[in-house]
């Protein structure tokens, strides 16, 4: 499985920006979801996560209601789209994935995830 991301960039705050990662699979529809993020001198953490049919999702409380995960399963694709974006959002933002038997479970530990992508960085200044 090769995860490509993409849609990084230099924002202000305030503003909005959209990422997209791309599964080379063709079983895209059986692999959860996610998204991760490393600011400068810190460990990854979670963001968000969407389950195998896109039915359910998960978010951490940094970004609930300002970010939005979703799924293309035609495009192989999966999104995250982020709005009022704050400084301290700044980081790489890492896609994942990982096959699932269970369609809406949602998976928000990192050890979950099999599959990673490159990582696209995001800056929000202020």
């Known amino acids: 499985v090769q995860l490509q991301a993409c849609g990084g960039g230099t924002v202000q705050a305030g503003g909005s920006l959209r990422l997209s990662c791309v599964n080379s699979e063709r079983t895209f529809s059986m692999h959860a979801m996610g998204w991760f993020r490393q600011a400068p001198g810190k460990e990854r953490e979670f963001v968000a996560a969407?389950?195998?049919?896109?039915?359910?999702?998960s978010y951490a409380d940094s970004v609930q209601g300002r970010f939005a995960i979703s799924r293309d399963n035609a495009k192989n694709t999966q999104y995250l789209q982020m709005n009022q974006l704050k400084p301290e959002d700044t980081a790489v933002y890492y896609c994942?994935?990982?096959?699932?038997?269970?369609?809406?479970?949602?998976?928000?530990?990192?050890?979950?995830?099999?599959?990673w992508g490159q990582g696209t960085l995001v800056t929000v200044s202020s």
């Open positions: 969407v389950s195998r049919d896109g039915g359910r999702t």
């Open positions: 994942a994935a990982r096959q699932s038997t269970m369609p809406a479970f949602v998976y928000r530990q990192e050890r979950a995830y099999a599959y």
